[in-house]
Nanobody, 125 residues
Framework: QVQLVESGGGLVQAGGSLRLSCVASGRNVSRLPTGWFRQAPAKEREFVAGINWSGSLTEYADSVKGRFTISRDNAKNTVYLQMSSLKPEDTAVYYC??????????????????WGQGTQVTVSS
């Protein structure tokens, strides 16, 4: 079984930055395709960014492109989401999700096998 734990959320003013971390534990957890998603109140969970097992491929939602950067350190079993130029509309609970080895990351919520508990990001105006 794989466990994912997010951290790094908090309250920040508009224009500020935060770095989220997602640490994986369990068997064979390095190199899992991983995505970051977010869910705002009364809204559906949405894709934010994805990264393949090696870090050579990344993808971003249009709403965060140029402001957020996803990266990974496989030696630490950790995936990061660096968020800059934050806006109030970025306020949400942010989740990391992983797929089993051998699959690609995806923008679809339904295909992920493992989810973290989420970390709250609040951006004040």
């Amino acid at each position: 079984q794989v466990q994912l734990v997010e951290s790094g959320g908090g309250l920040v003013q508009a224009g500020g930055s935060l770095r989220l971390s997602c640490v994986a534990s369990g068997r064979n957890v390095s190199r899992l395709p991983t995505g970051w998603f977010r869910q705002a109140p009364a809204k559906e969970r949405e894709f934010v960014a994805g990264i393949n097992w090696s870090g050579s491929l990344t993808e971003y939602a249009d709403s965060v492109k140029g402001r957020f950067t996803i990266s990974r350190d496989n030696a630490k079993n950790t995936v990061y989401l660096q968020m800059s130029s934050l806006k109030p509309e970025d306020t949400a609970v942010y989740y990391c999700a992983a797929r089993r080895s051998g699959y690609a990351y995806s923008t679809s919520v339904s295909v992920y096998d493992y989810w973290g508990q989420g970390t709250q990001v609040t951006v004040s105006s």
